[in-house]
């Protein structure tokens, strides 16, 4: 990690640490104390999670590039967001690594142009999720004004520069790639193979949203499936707690929490910025900040088990695929 990256964590630490001393410790034990065994749960619906992502991920790649694929996809995302939770990359940290692990599956050049479309999927559905959850919730938060505008500030920007990274995908990744390179002066059989490999990036992009629109809207609506499941878990947590679950409340604590994700990615698996999120929803529905918090630490243990599986998937998928590249 870069000094800008340790400092980056070091701050998300300590606000951890104060909304644990501010909440109070012995609050949170009694509520993790009532979740208790029934977070397995909760681990296994994230699973689901998962696969709603995977297939929305799977719908990004030509129809004969999927027989077949979707398992392994599945433990590669898992691999690949593992990173992305490990590293303050705007949550796309691990995706040179999904193309590194499905290099043996099928070309470089389409598990790319996949990830990269991905993304964008993914992303838009985030939006969507994030904009009719505000949409619908919003009258009944408790939020100062000027914090108000600035999470819609903050979410309009992002929004803006995914638009631009979608604009960017369909003017050519080969034209940017070379113009970028020869400013600063590569050599020129660099620039040949740069250019070589961009343009059968591009192909394939160009192909997904100028050809196949149905996938495009197929895989933005499996991600959708899969944040209403993060729905669903945050409606059992508010139950154990014996809290208000009606799927008002529950959409707008996973909505507002997505929007702070959204906006916030600067901290490595967002540590402190993910659980003052959920305190600052439950106060402003007029909950206490102790049952946010412990909301917070659940999934932030959810987050854990997610990441060692990815990781362990990852060795896996590398010893799998090292005969292969023998």
């Given at each position: 990690m870069s000094n800008k990256q340790l400092i980056a964590l070091g701050l998300g630490v300590a606000l951890f640490s104060y909304l644990i001393y501010e909440t109070g410790p012995a609050s949170l034990a009694a509520n993790l104390e009532l979740i208790g065994p029934k977070i397995v749960f909760i681990f296994a619906l994230e699973r689901i999670v998962d696969l709603f992502n995977a297939v929305g991920w799977w719908f990004t790649f030509a129809p004969n590039l999927r027989r077949g694929t979707l398992g392994t996809l599945y433990m590669v995302r898992l691999a690949g967001t593992a990173l992305n939770e490990m590293t303050p990359s705007a949550s796309i940290g691990g995706e040179p690594a999904k193309v590194m692990l499905l290099r043996p599956y099928m070309p470089a050049s389409a598990a790319t142009a996949s990830v990269l479309t991905?993304?964008?999927s993914f992303t838009f559905a985030r939006a969507i999720f994030i904009a009719a959850g505000m949409l619908i919730s919003w009258h009944r938060l408790e939020l100062p004004h000027g914090l108000s505008l600035l999470l819609l500030a903050g979410f309009a920007l992002t929004l803006s520069g995914l638009i631009a990274f979608l604009m960017l995908q369909l003017r050519g990744f080969a034209r940017a790639a070379g113009r970028f390179g020869r400013r600063i002066r590569l050599p020129e059989s660099w620039m040949t193979e740069i250019d070589s490999a961009s343009s059968a990036v591009d192909e394939h992009i160009a192909d997904f949203?100028?050809?196949r629109p149905g996938d495009l809207a197929r895989s933005?609506?499996?991600h959708l499936f899969a944040f209403l499941f993060g729905v669903l878990e945050v409606s059992l947590l508010?139950?154990?707690?014996?809290l208000p679950n009606d799927w008002q409340t529950s959409l707008a604590i996973e909505a507002f929490s997505g929007l702070v994700g959204f906006i916030i990615f600067v901290v490595p698996g967002s540590v402190g910025v993910q659980e003052a999120g959920k305190v600052l929803i439950f106060t402003a529905l007029g909950l206490l900040a102790s049952d946010g918090m412990?909301?917070?630490?659940?999934?932030?243990?959810?987050?854990?088990?997610?990441?060692?599986?990815?990781?362990?998937?990852?060795?896996?998928?590398?010893?799998?695929a090292l005969p292969r590249l023998e």
């Amino acid at each position: 990690m870069s000094n800008k990256q340790l400092i980056a964590l070091g701050l998300g630490v300590a606000l951890f640490s104060y909304l644990i001393y501010e909440t109070g410790p012995a609050s949170l034990a009694a509520n993790l104390e009532l979740i208790g065994p029934k977070i397995v749960f909760i681990f296994a619906l994230e699973r689901i999670v998962d696969l709603f992502n995977a297939v929305g991920w799977w719908f990004t790649f030509a129809p004969n590039l999927r027989r077949g694929t979707l398992g392994t996809l599945y433990m590669v995302r898992l691999a690949g967001t593992a990173l992305n939770e490990m590293t303050p990359s705007a949550s796309i940290g691990g995706e040179p690594a999904k193309v590194m692990l499905l290099r043996p599956y099928m070309p470089a050049s389409a598990a790319t142009a996949s990830v990269l479309t991905a993304l964008v999927s993914f992303t838009f559905a985030r939006a969507i999720f994030i904009a009719a959850g505000m949409l619908i919730s919003w009258h009944r938060l408790e939020l100062p004004h000027g914090l108000s505008l600035l999470l819609l500030a903050g979410f309009a920007l992002t929004l803006s520069g995914l638009i631009a990274f979608l604009m960017l995908q369909l003017r050519g990744f080969a034209r940017a790639a070379g113009r970028f390179g020869r400013r600063i002066r590569l050599p020129e059989s660099w620039m040949t193979e740069i250019d070589s490999a961009s343009s059968a990036v591009d192909e394939h992009i160009a192909d997904f949203y100028r050809s196949r629109p149905g996938d495009l809207a197929r895989s933005i609506a499996a991600h959708l499936f899969a944040f209403l499941f993060g729905v669903l878990e945050v409606s059992l947590l508010l139950g154990w707690l014996s809290l208000p679950n009606d799927w008002q409340t529950s959409l707008a604590i996973e909505a507002f929490s997505g929007l702070v994700g959204f906006i916030i990615f600067v901290v490595p698996g967002s540590v402190g910025v993910q659980e003052a999120g959920k305190v600052l929803i439950f106060t402003a529905l007029g909950l206490l900040a102790s049952d946010g918090m412990s909301v917070g630490i659940a999934f932030r243990m959810n987050e854990i088990v997610s990441t060692a599986l990815g990781l362990a998937l990852m060795v896996l998928l590398q010893r799998r695929a090292l005969p292969r590249l023998e």
